[in-house]
């Protein structure tokens, strides 16, 4: 089975086996080997119940499709990244349907260089290779499959990032969410003076505990509670395949993605003084302000993985940010991590000797952020406009993604979702009360008229 619809803006991603199933992991496998012809590639796969099967039907249509297979088993998305980059691969595809529940399956694909596999990016083109192979076959001599080992180095590489005698004892709650953080801390935590409070580290595709995605306030409720009843000097979340991390402090505060940008980008700097550091549009003048503080470059990006990770390349940047929690490195191949992040936060609270909260208090008084706000509308290019025309005037006007009107003393984004009919908000101001009030006139043009 293989639905057209799984094929989405930066990955694939659908219900099993209704939408998509092994038959139809083969065909995609085959047609991104037919459309990119690499040589060698990597594939892995996380903990979800179809994984097994589906991982197979992967390395079976790609390696049918001539291409040489190496199999790294059961690991999180980074380490597929990872593996490409490390092994001086063609490209790789990891079996993964990230933090989405448990009925579904899907697939992050990149190129050499782990550069990611989207929708402007070559996916469309596999999809409809992949469509018109179903249930057929195109003789070519088939490629071989080996085992490769990548934990050794991975570990290694993601310990080169902090300085492991500058982090101190501190007591960090983890919910691996059933995940598959919970195979890939464990050999971390090891090399590591904390002291991890290890919540839901089995992995487990059926997430009997909660969904694995921390972006939801219902799926945190736990490691909150959790961080103040230990008396932890932070928490720390991760999503199903583990390539994001979300953190607490130790007032059970949830960090935003923007501050602890900022609060990275700091550590960063201090590393590597007047480096580039890449922010998206949605973030908070936290970002920027917090990057040109300590001697570095702020970049202004996109939203989305394909383009933050091509902008690195293009611009040599050190760093980069997004305020979903997704976090990339110059140092690991220009893709993103959840683990090095977190390895990040425990040097940065380490080296300062004061708490998280401490470290966030200056951001939490100065900045005051919606999140993001999503309305259903009817017609999205309409509603962009009529933002425009309405709210334009109080600033200048960005069209990098959707529209952004900047004013002295707020700020905000709209864009649309690349997969259903939505406008997402994000909205700063200098206030709270200013803040509010912003929120609720941008809120007011966009909801009226029935959303249209």
Known sequence: MLDPKVFKAYDVRGIYPSELDEEGAYAIARGYVSEFEPRQIAVG???????????????????????????????????????????????????TAS??????????????????????????EVRDRALAATGTTVPVPAGGVRREDIWPAYVERVLSFVDVEAIRPLRVVI????????????????????????????????????????????????IVRKTLEEGADFGVAFDGDADR??????????????????????????????AKVIYDVRASWAVPETIERGGGVPLVNRVGHAFIKQRMREEAAAFAGEVSGHYYFRGFSQADSGVVPFLLMLERVSKSGARLSDLLRPYRERYFITGELNTPVADVARKLEELEQRLGPEGT?????????????????????????LLRLNLEARSRELMERKRDEVLAVIRGDAGG
């Open 397 to 421: 006007v960005s069209h990098l993604d959707g529209i952004s009107v900047d004013a002295a003393d707020w700020h905000f984004n709209v864009r649309p979702s690349n997969t259903e009919p």
């Open 175 to 222: 919910d691996a969410a059933n995940g598959m953080a919970g195979t890939m801390l464990p050999p971390v935590l090891e090399r590591l003076p904390i002291e991890a409070v290890r919540c839901y580290f089995d992995p487990d595709g059926s997430f009997p505990n909660h969904e694995p995605n921390p972006l939801l306030p219902e799926n945190r409720e736990f």
């Open 45 to 95: 796969r996380d903990m979800r119940l179809s994984g097994p099967a589906m991982a197979e039907a992967v390395i079976e249509g790609a390696a049918d499709a001539g291409a040489d297979v190496i199999d790294i088993g059961m690991v999180g998305t980074e380490m597929v990244y990872f593996a490409v980059g490390e092994l001086d691969l063609d490209g790789g595809v990891m079996v």
């Open 99 to 124: 933090h989405n529940p448990k009925e579904y399956t899907g697939m992050k694909i990149v190129r050499r260089g782990a550069l990611p596999v989207g929708g402007d990016s070559g996916l469309l």
């Open 245 to 274: 991390c979300f953190f607490v402090d130790d007032a059970g505060e949830f960090v935003p993605g923007d501050f602890a940008t900022a609060l990275l980008a700091e550590g960063v700097l201090e590393k590597e003084p007047g």
